[in-house]
């Protein structure tokens, strides 16, 4: 038997830093989207030994830490081999780790159902980007990005997404947000939450006093070259511009009944200074469900 399923990857359209936690994580407010950039995931069961395979990338991997867990809570499922075929840059603020490790969350349901609340717990516990991909979207989150809410899809819009030649660690740009003191207090993160819960209804377009990542001047302290690559996308037309995540991808947001035209148009013009320059559109539930194949 085989099984396929894409894994999204994700732009925070905003995201409002607040102070660390007990835990280490920071309270945050950020609106997570699912975009058509995605990996892909082959799961075979013509095995005799759960396996992951990801071509050309080393270390850890979330999807293996994934099946190690779901065997832990009693999953009993069959043996499985997963292929991973990585197409969202790894450590780029996409979140592609954490939408590989929800689509295999996706992948074992089909194969053996567990009971949704355990899968959700499941997720927090891998990541707290990766609740936010267990059902691609429009997600808010609160926590530590781990709390979600999906909404509604906002007016038509696509993306222009601009991948930096360098990594950068979660860890070491959430250090170096602490170091600039860019956190607010709580009172500004409840407005915030207050302001985007009002504001995100069917078709809505978010205005740009929200669309902020407080993560970015961090971002851009570590990586300067970011900082370049915002100011060709506002160039290149986009509406606006701001590191996803906490970086170094840079996102150009194209809104109306054209903006797929016209992030493609941008997205060619700058592939000379750009290889890994894409257009992309929102894309939601439909599509990361696993196919059999």
């Known amino acids: 038997m085989k099984l396929r399923a894409l894994a999204p990857g994700k732009v925070n359209l905003c995201l409002f830093l607040g102070a660390p936690r007990a835990d280490a994580r920071?309270?945050?407010v950020t609106l997570f989207e699912s975009v058509s950039l995605a990996d892909e995931l082959w799961l075979s069961t013509d095995t005799?030994?759960?396996?992951?395979?990801?071509p050309g990338i080393e270390g850890p991997n979330l999807v293996a830490q994934a099946l190690s867990a779901l065997r832990d809570r009693g999953w009993d499922g069959p043996e499985v081999q997963v292929e991973i075929l990585k197409r969202i840059p790894v450590a780029a603020g996409m979140g592609g780790g954490s939408a590989d490790a929800a689509a295999m969350l996706r992948m074992a349901c089909e194969l053996a159902p567990g009971r949704p609340e355990e899968i959700a717990v499941l997720a927090a516990?891998?990541?707290?980007?990766v609740p936010s991909q267990v059902a691609p979207g429009l997600v808010l989150g609160t926590g530590a990005g781990d709390q979600v809410e999906p909404f509604e899809p906002l007016a038509p819009h696509a993306l222009l997404l601009v991948p930096q030649p360098v990594a950068l660690s979660?860890?070491?740009v959430y250090r170096e947000a602490d170091r600039l003191g860019l956190p607010r207090d709580p009172d500004q993160l409840s407005a915030r939450y207050e302001q985007l819960v009002s504001l995100l209804k069917r078709g809505a377009r978010l205005p740009d006093e929200l669309l902020i990542n407080d993560l970015e001047p961090a971002a851009l302290s570590l990586c300067p070259e970011a900082g370049a690559a915002l100011g060709q996308v506002r160039a290149a037309g986009a509406d606006q511009a701001l590191v996803s995540g906490s970086g170094p991808t840079v996102a150009g947001l194209f809104w109306g009944s054209d903006a797929k035209d016209r992030a493609a148009l941008a997205a060619a013009s700058l592939a000379g200074s750009f290889p890994g320059a894409v257009c992309a559109v929102p894309v939601g539930a439909e599509y990361g469900l696993p196919r059999f194949a």
Do not use: K
Not at 48 to 54: G, K, L, Q, S
Not at 125 to 129: I, N, Q, R, V
């Open 26 to 28: 920071h309270q945050l």
């Open 48 to 54: 005799n030994c759960d396996a992951v395979v990801c």
């Open 170 to 172: 979660t860890a070491e």
């Open 125 to 129: 516990e891998l990541g707290a980007d």
